[in-house]
């Protein structure tokens, strides 16, 4: 027990101004005026089950209010603010509704979160479809004359596509974006990238598509 005495007063005369601070900050604090702030911040989708799209009217921004002491507010960034929805439960057919709010938002100790914008967000899973595409080349003007096009030569000429299963459903070829053939008079070899309107579809092999067209005088 002397002991334990011992201990408590040691420094004691540290130990009550680092008490008085401390009660002097937290005064200070609250009695400091508060404010508000808003920031968009991305939707993060935790715990997506495997080999499935997240698909549907889902929402990639949400509104996050905020509201603290001033000081601490004018701190915060965009950077400092998450969003997460956990579709761990969420079953693989048809639309749910999940409810997004303050539990939802990971904020800087001592900030409120007031309000979240959508409050639901509309979430639809699909398994993820698998297709092999033609490769079709896109050429636009004509080129010079007394010449034409002898042969294009695509490689590869079939890529893989993966998206949800309802948007990779039906497709069975890709264009490429446009090779311009203006008033030339050689063969010309380009590299291009594949134009696919659906932004849900993918194509996970990186391979540059290399077209080669050929031309020659006319006979």
Do not use: C
């Amino acid at each position: 027990m002397p002991q334990l005495k011992e201990v408590l007063l040691k420094n004691w005369y540290l130990k009550l101004f680092s008490l008085v601070l401390a009660t002097a900050l937290w005064a200070l604090i609250a009695q400091e005026s508060t404010s508000e702030i808003f920031f968009d911040v991305p939707v993060e989708y935790k715990n997506v089950p495997a080999d499935t799209e997240v698909i549907g009217d889902t929402a990639k921004i949400v509104e996050v209010r905020l509201r603290g002491p001033s000081t601490l507010i004018r701190e915060i960034s965009a950077k400092d603010v998450s969003t997460f929805i956990d579709l761990g439960r969420v079953p693989l057919t048809g639309e749910t509704s999940l409810p997004i709010n303050a539990q939802n938002v990971h904020a800087p100790f001592g900030i409120e979160v007031v309000r979240v914008t959508p409050s639901l967000l509309r979430i639809s899973l699909e398994p993820t479809g698998s297709a092999l595409l033609q490769v079709l080349p896109a050429t636009m003007g004509h080129v010079a004359q007394g010449y034409e096009v002898e042969t294009i030569v695509v490689k590869p000429n079939q890529v893989r596509a993966e998206g949800p299963a309802s948007h990779v459903r039906g497709l069975q070829s890709v264009m490429t974006t446009q090779i311009d053939l203006t008033n030339r008079k050689s063969t010309t070899i380009q590299t291009v990238d594949l134009n696919l309107q659906d932004p849900l579809v993918r194509f996970p092999e990186t391979t540059p598509i290399r077209v080669e067209v050929k031309i020659r005088k006319k006979p």
